[in-house]
């Protein structure tokens, strides 16, 4: 099954859970947005939302940063 992450078309072997395949790619949870078909999901849904065939899937990162006092 083919999904459209970040852009870029990747190739998932089976239906799974945003939760499940965040975990397998192993990002960090509190750090991370999950956008899918252009709806920014709660991380409530994570485990319930399953990616389907040509879902467009943005995963948006925090970074900090800043200056030293």
Do not use: C, Y
């Not at 920014?40 to 006092?69: C, P, Q, R, T, Y």
Request: hydrophobic share 45%; aromatic share 6%.
């Amino acid at each position: 099954m083919e999904i459209l992450l970040n852009g870029k078309k990747e190739n998932i072997l089976k239906p799974i859970t945003i939760k499940d395949f965040i975990q397998a790619k192993g990002w960090e949870p509190d750090r991370i947005v999950v956008e899918i078909n252009l709806e920014i999901l709660s991380k409530d849904a994570w485990a319930e939302v399953i990616l389907k065939e040509n879902d467009h899937v943005e995963i948006l990162g925090f970074v900090g940063g800043g200056k030293n006092i």
